[in-house]
């Protein structure tokens, strides 16, 4: 008779994890975006330091949510009918990961050196550009990783045609 698994299995960790840092990348962008546009005294002047803090926290947990993707693919990739797209997820999580990196350590040393004129412009376009770009490509990342949880069933139970290992659950 099958057991069926316990949740707390290294492949379970990366779903935990991976969600956190979609939703601060995502929202700090918009902050860090609409942030730039309105005074920095009036009522949203919280929203470009807000926009930092989340990106910075937003990228430290993409790096985290990289490695338990790693950690997640010693288990479920020798079940997959399609590697590719396990493959692809992981190299462009990598690849967002350093855009929003970039981004967050630019945006921080501009602030901090105090950049001025046109060197400030310049960095702060293309940090948006970066956040902007990124939350794109994160997107696809996501959608890469919903085909491989509800395509593939990766990290998925299958349970036994008879359904044995649930009649003693109750």
């Known amino acids: 008779m099958s057991v069926v698994p316990d949740m707390l299995r290294v492949e379970m960790f990366h779903p935990v994890v991976v969600h956190f840092p ?31 803090a989340a ?14 993707g790693d950690l997640a693919d010693g288990e479920v ?5 399609d590697p ?10 990598y690849v967002v990961g350093y855009i929003f990196s970039a981004a967050i350590l630019v945006d921080l040393g501009a ?9 400030r412009v310049g960095l702060t376009v293309a940090v948006l550009l970066a ?8 997107g696809y990342v996501g959608h890469l990783g919903g085909q491989l949880v ?17 009649t003693d659950t109750y």
Do not use: N
Request: hydrophobic share 50%; aromatic share 10%.
């Open 22 to 52: 979609i939703v601060l990348l995502l929202c700090g962008t918009i902050a860090r975006l609409i942030g730039e546009f309105v005074a920095s005294d009036g009522v949203l002047g919280f929203l470009k330091p807000a926009g930092r």
């Open 55 to 68: 990106l910075l926290v937003g990228a430290a947990l993409a790096w985290l949510a990289v490695f338990t």
């Open 77 to 81: 990739s020798r079940m997959l009918c």
């Open 84 to 93: 590719r797209v396990k493959q692809s997820h992981e190299d462009l999580a």
């Open 111 to 119: 602030a901090y050196f105090k950049a001025q004129g046109r060197l």
């Open 131 to 138: 956040c902007i770009g990124g939350s794109g490509l994160m």
């Open 150 to 166: 509800y395509q593939q069933a990766a990290g998925v139970y299958h349970p036994t045609p008879e359904c044995t290992e649930f």
